[in-house]
């Protein structure tokens, strides 16, 4: 049962949206990653992702991300413009250590944008980082 695992808050991993350049598509797009900020190890990483609106909401995503070194980053998703309206929620589940850690990023309506960009360390990149 889920009342019987002992989870840990993640710290020192965030969720960030960066603006990059698509070759295949011509256009700058957003995408979502997962930023190791610590000198673990992540291990199995698992990420559920989700768009809500007031009478919108996405499909329900789930994705196994393997491993991330310490102080790297992996792609999640690419996200559309057209969700950008919503909240965006992002759960991430992960082992380090021996222990499970896990917690809930959120993307609230409107704010990812290049007005809200910020320098996101690991990737040497301006984004936006989920809260």
């Not at 499909?59 to 950008?84: H, Q």
């Not at 896990?102 to 309506?109: A, D, N, Q, R, S």
Request: net charge negative; glycine share 2%.
């Amino acid at each position: 049962m889920r009342k019987d695992i002992n989870f840990h808050t993640a710290e020192k991993v965030q969720i960030v949206a960066i603006r990059e350049w698509d070759k295949d598509f011509l256009a700058q797009h957003w995408n979502i990653y997962v930023v190791n900020n610590s000198t673990m190890l992540l291990e199995t990483i698992l990420v559920m992702s989700r768009g809500i609106s007031e009478n919108k909401k996405t499909t329900t995503l789930r994705r196994n991300l393997g491993n991330l070194i310490p102080e790297s980053s992996i792609k999640i998703e690419f996200i559309t413009d057209a969700v950008l309206e919503f909240t965006n929620e992002y759960l991430v589940t992960y082992f380090s250590e021996d222990k499970l850690y896990e917690k809930v990023f959120t993307f609230l309506p409107h704010s990812i944008s290049e007005k809200n960009s910020t320098k996101i360390p690991v990737i040497h990149s301006e984004g936006v980082i989920a809260s």
